[in-house]
């Protein structure tokens, strides 16, 4: 048939990849492209292509619906043009296939949970965290996923065209309802009211006695689910089906023909439908029942091949296991109970890429039979287990327990027995309850416990679960980021100015510069509710930029009234270890015509000692450069000499928690004191924040704390009030 011919073609592997990289920086595309120039993939051909812009990789997209692979930078012609292209290449190009892998510069141009929920990428990655290895370990792991993924879409396009070839026969799709439908039409046609069977063969050339009876009608009703020989006492009737059998043909006889059928390219099966009529058959019937056995024949495979699909979409073929689309359907189908109870344990395998690197391919796939094996025993009652990606499996829990890190810990630490030896397996796990998810779709589940997984990895914890309240959160966080996004091209964003005086002459030492939002309503937004979502989508360096250039234009106006003090600003630590900060920094003071020593730097602690291993060079570079840099905050954090050797800044902070309460317990006091010492042991001056009252500001200086702010000296205030309150306050009297 010329179908099954098509079906071999959809069958043959491409022996050719495509992989595209987008990226603007060309620079960096060289390079990338130069590292993927020695991947070898199982000696197929790799074919590379390149876009500079969005708009460039659509059309190249448009023109090459084969692609493979596409390492897409997020940040181009404009911010989201990588994501606008992700919806592009889904929605409007309809290419579910493709492997899109998010390349970065800029971390998280969106908080990591929305990134996974809202936008269906398949790997995020962060340029500086990409070596040779590990860029070509990401890219043949997502290689091998996409020619699964199109292998299955193929045997798909292929088992549907049959499928469709024979819905005129029958649109019974199952081999129990299809098999019976054919005694009844044949009864219905021709008359056999004397009744009929239908046999399987389960392998080809089995003997006749192992053959199974199917469906049953009329005098034979008896028999069904039983095995030919079992039943089959008339040597004629045996005769005749066994014929059949062996000859692989019609055997059309009176009282009793037999009717032969194969799916032998689909599943290696026969099938003989016997059937029984108390008269002979006329030529015109013969002929008519040759006809009617060709459309059985299509059915039979069309019943066959959508058992095979069925088997193609829900379970993974490489393993065995039940796929992603199983776990979709069977959410759907879930009654209220169990939707109340289940709970989904999503399992990610720790360096299991690199494992099959070393150990190959056959050692992962083996793996995750064998750790799915292990769980389902893990479990008092009995889970689904589910392989939803190649290195990730899904567990749906049933039973009515809760659970926690803890009581899952013999979960996430398994050790599995393979081949005689005991492999210790290390699991980063993500828990939801189902119960949380009253309006959510299956689809948006799983990708909430994805986001959660996916933000597990990142904090570098290996278990997180899922509260209610989080979904609420993530969405306001998305919409806040956009709004965000908004807000700094349209100058919404705004800085007060905070004095900060030495705290013995009551000398004006400079202004803070604090970051202030008026959206488009009118409404003040408070800075802790928009700086940490810039700080987790990727806007941190816009904001801290666009601070710093304020405070620079703030700076020259200070200078044309010859107040020459310097602003500090904010900058977030993941931006200070940056490895161009330093560059980028001083080139927006050039711009800008301010000096060096006009402009001073202040990092949390607790920022500073997450990135302090790539930090403090830039500190030095800084300090070198003339820019003063203060740990802000300081005692609320890690706060230990250790890493304060380490660090070449100019100031502490002392935070205001410590301030506030000093006056309360002694023991705050003498940690204020402390910090105090400690910074002058390190050569470095202290200031204090947060001071509101004369006798906080009295107890600091008889410590010996050199500077200070807070509302007791000033408020934050517009540039133009910072003016007034420097003409006014030349002398800064504070006393009363």
Known sequence: MDATRNMELFRTPSQRCKILTVEDDIVYQETLLLSLKSLHYGGREVEFLSANSAQQAANILAQHPDISIVLLDVVMEQDDSGLRLVRSIRSGLGNQLVRIVLLTGQPGMMPLNDLMVNYDVDDYWNKSELSLDHLQTIVLGNLRTWEHMQTMQRARQGLQMLIESSQRLSSKLDLKSYTQSILDELAGVFGLNQGGIVCINHKRDESPDKALIFASTGIYRGWANQFLCNVVEDPDLYRVISQSLSAHCHVIETPVSALYFSSEEVDQRDYVVLIQCDRPLSGYEIDLLQIFGENINAGFNNVALHSRLSELAYFDSVTGLQNKNWMLHQLERLTAQEHRDAKLLMLFVEELAYSEVLLGVNYGRSLMKHLA????????????????????????????????????????????????????????????????????????????????????????????????????????????????????????????????????????????????????????????????????????????????????????????????????????????????????????????????????????????????????????????????????????????????????????????????????????????????????????????????????????????????????????????????????????????
């Not at 190649?390 to 398994?414: F, N």
């Not at 700086?531 to 904001?543: N, Q």
């Not at 020593?597 to 949390?604: K, Q």
């Not at 509101?692 to 600091?700: D, P, R």
């Open 373 to 736: 094996m292990h769980l389902k025993a893990s479990f008092v009652k009995a889970i689904d287990v589910v392989m939803y990606e190649r290195d990730t499996l899904l567990l749906l829990i049933y039973d009515q327990q809760d659970y926690d890190h803890q009581s899952l810990e013999h979960v996430l630490h398994p050790q599995i027995e393979m081949d005689g030896a005991k492999h210790h397996i290390d699991l980063t796990g993500a828990l939801v309850k189902l119960s949380d998810m009253a309006h959510q779709t299956p689809q948006q589940i799983l990708g909430i416990a994805k986001s959660i997984l996916e933000h597990a990895k990142h904090r570098n914890i290996e278990f997180g679960l899922f509260e209610s309240h989080e979904l609420a959160q993530m969405q306001e966080r998305y919409e806040l980021m956009k709004k965000l996004r908004i807000a700094l091209n349209n100058e919404e964003i705004f800085i007060h100015l905070q004095p900060k005086v030495d705290l013995q002459s009551q000398r004006l030492l400079g202004f803070e510069a604090l970051v202030r939002w008026r959206d488009e309503s009118g409404n003040m937004i408070p800075p802790d509710r928009f700086v940490p979502v810039a700080e987790t989508s990727g806007l941190i360096d816009k904001l801290d930029e666009y601070v710093t250039i304020k405070a620079c234009e703030a700076i020259k106006v200070l200078r044309q009234t010859n107040i020459e003090v310097p602003i500090s600003v904010n900058v977030a630590g993941s931006e200070l270890s940056r490895a161009d900060f330093v560059t980028r920094f001083c080139d927006c003071l050039s711009e800008q015509q301010v000096a060096t020593h006009s402009i001073e730097i202040e990092v949390t602690e607790t920022q500073l000692i997450e990135v302090l291993r790539s930090a403090a060079d830039y500190l030095d570079k800084l300090n070198e450069l003339g820019v003063r840099v203060s740990i802000d905050d300081f005692g609320a954090g890690y706060s230990s000499l250790s890493y304060l050797s380490q660090l070449n800044a100019a100031e502490l902070k002392i935070d205001r928690q410590f301030v506030t309460r000093m006056q309360d317990t002694e023991q705050d006091k003498q940690i204020v004191k402390m910090i105090i010492d400690l910074g002058h042991l390190l050569g470095m001056s202290v200031i204090a924040e947060g001071i509101e009252t004369e006798s906080q500001y009295q107890i600091l200086l008889e410590m010996g704390c050199d500077a200070g702010q807070g509302y007791y000296i000033a408020r934050p205030m517009m540039l133009e009030d910072a003016l007034v309150w420097c003409s006014s306050n030349k002398g800064i009297k504070l006393r009363t």
